[in-house]
Structures are given as structure tokens and as C-alpha cells.
């Protein structure tokens, strides 16, 4: 849910050549180094792997980020104290 005065950015990523990817819509970085980026979205944490990944820039102000290097991997992945993602038994035996 969205909070009162809180404006939703929109959401989106463009990679070209695997080499450079764009991403709007980022609420905070999570964890980096040259072959993970972890970062939180307005849809969801996302996990960037890849070889030689740098952060060329980060606007939180904005939500923007912008990452150099070979990138093999996008993909989101739940948060880490969230329910959603784990199977029942999970939930049930924590």
C-alpha cells in the first residue's frame, strides 16, 4: 500500500548488450561487488549477477541506477523476512 503523499515511481529496467543496465525505480541498494548487486524496488528486491559489475550511478532522489559491466543474471527474489516465496512448512517451522 502506498502512503498518503508517497508518489509510486515506475518501475523499469533496459539492458543494452549486457553491458549496461538502467533501472528506474530503486528504493535503496541492498549488497554490491563486482559479481552481485542486490537492490530494493518498488516491485520487489532484485538480485543483478554478473563479472566486472560496477555502479556507474545511483540517484536515490530520483530512483535511478546505472550499472557497467557483464551482466549474466536478473532476477527478483523475495525479501528476506517476507512470507511470500516460502513454502508452508517453511512458514509453519521457522
Excluded: A, W
Excluded at 533496459?14 to 537492490?39: K, Q, W
Excluded at 530512483?63 to 527478483?76: A, D, F, K, R, W
Amino acid at each position: 500500500m502506498e502512503e498518503k503523499g508517497q508518489v509510486r515511481k515506475k518501475h523499469q529496467f533496459i539492458l543494452r548488450n549486457r553491458e549496461l543496465l538502467l533501472i528506474d525505480g530503486v528504493t535503496h541498494v541492498e549488497s554490491f561487488d563486482e559479481n552481485e548487486i542486490t537492490i530494493g524496488t518498488d516491485q520487489g528486491n532484485m538480485l543483478i549477477k554478473g563479472e566486472e559489475l560496477n555502479i556507474k550511478e545511483l540517484n536515490l532522489e530520483n530512483g535511478n541506477l546505472m550499472v557497467q559491466g557483464l551482466v549474466s543474471t536478473i532476477e527478483y527474489v523475495p525479501d528476506p523476512g517476507s512470507s511470500k516465496g516460502r513454502s508452508f512448512l517453511s512458514r509453519l517451522f521457522r
